[in-house]
């Protein structure tokens, strides 16, 4: 099954935590047919188009749905909050039915702050949610008590779990190990350099620091570079191509330190997952000083740092390069611990957990 967000895989090992019943996976990344495609994209207005996609997915998700006849738990990764009106009643029938449904959120309580269709689609989701109890939503990271009353979901009709680690990608250091002192420090910024990851202040603030630091460093920048913005060619620094999965794990596996920030009307309730991949691997991280992002930051231990100041970027990496050759990566060993499958399936499944097997 194709996901829209790879981080998010180690979801599909959780039936092998629980002693019993069969989860069945629902995403939104389907095939659609060619003639619908070439009907949509003839819509001179690319936004309705993208729309009618994303609606059609969100219906075929549901239907698939109706094929999981030998299932308990039915777990949907994605969904637009925008896009429920016909999607949530087929998920009440495989409630009636006796299934749990549990519906991944991630950003959608943040984006119904500023968007009113997205806020209407919330009302509507926690509408469904108070009338069926075997309708749940999963969310990361912490409770949405941060948020303004009218977006937070009922008590009863949600869990709370840390972010997925990706399981197969690890620190480069295991427990115990330190980074040899004749080294150089690499310190990175990853990802698809978008809107909501403003980097500009960020890659002088590292440059600077780069010039002037007393520790032996060097700067990187990992993007995949079919959507490399030009400006990033003329800096000096060294670039990496992150196009494939393979490429973007290498590199974060490389980079000692990752430096992010993320608009907070985008960002401020919602994980990184950019943030958890490059924990997964080991990266001490510097981030958005914004209540979900360092949650993922502190537990269930502190592998780095928030900021709420630019001026404070720098005394952050001198705190993270002390942290890394004092305590290597046996941080993230413990970090992980808490964000296995294993670990959510205790959350998901406490009275259907195996109590007899290891965690990773």
């Keep these: 099954m194709k996901l829209m967000h790879n981080g998010l895989k180690d979801f599909l090992l959780l039936e092998e935590y629980i002693d019993s019943g069969k989860i069945g996976f629902l995403s939104l990344e389907t095939s659609l047919p060619q003639w619908f495609i070439n009907l949509t994209q003839s819509i001179n207005n690319y936004s309705v188009g993208l729309q009618l996609r994303r ?7 549901a239907l698939r749905s109706f094929k999981f006849s030998d299932v308990d738990t039915i777990f949907i990764f994605e969904v637009y909050n925008q896009h429920l009106l016909f999607f949530m009643p087929l998920l009440a029938i495989m409630a009636l039915r006796g299934k749990e449904v549990l519906i991944g959120l991630h950003g959608n309580q943040q984006f119904a702050i500023t968007s009113k269709i997205k806020f209407l689609g919330l009302l509507y989701l926690k509408a469904y949610l108070n009338l069926f109890k075997k309708l749940k939503v999963v969310t990361f990271e912490v409770d949405d008590d941060v948020l303004p009353e009218k977006l937070r979901l009922p008590d009863k009709s949600k ?6 680690i990706i399981s197969e990608a690890k620190p480069k250091f ?10 150089p420090i690499k310190i990175g910024v990853v990802g698809m350099i978008r809107s909501e990851k403003p980097i500009t202040e960020i890659i002088d603030k590292l440059q600077e620091y780069v010039k002037s630091s007393e520790y032996q460093c060097e700067f990187v920048i990992g993007t995949p570079f079919g959507q490399k913005p030009d400006y990033l060619d003329q800096l000096n620094v060294t670039l990496y191509d992150t ?19 993320y608009e907070k009307d985008r960002y401020y309730y919602r994980t990184s997952g ?3 991949d490059a924990a997964s691997c080991g990266c001490y991280i510097i981030a958005s000083d914004y209540p979900v992002i360092k949650h993922q930051v502190n537990w269930p231990e502190k592998i780095g740092s928030t900021f709420s100041d630019f001026n404070k970027i720098s005394n952050l990496i001198d705190e993270g390069i002390i942290h890394i050759r004092e305590k290597g990566q046996d941080n993230h060993w413990l970090w992980r611990e808490g964000r296995t499958a ?15 097997t290891k965690v990773d």
């Design 55 to 61: 609606q059609y997915r969100h219906l075929a998700m």
């Design 159 to 164: 869990y709370i779990i840390p972010h997925p």
């Design 174 to 183: 295991l427990p115990g190990e330190r980074l040899p002192s004749n080294v």
């Design 243 to 261: 196009t494939t999965q393979e490429e973007y794990i290498q590199i974060l596996t490389e980079i000692d330190i990752l430096v992010i920030h």
């Design 274 to 276: 950019v943030i958890s």
């Design 342 to 356: 294993k670990a959510i399936a205790k959350v998901l499944f406490p009275n259907n957990y195996k109590l007899d």
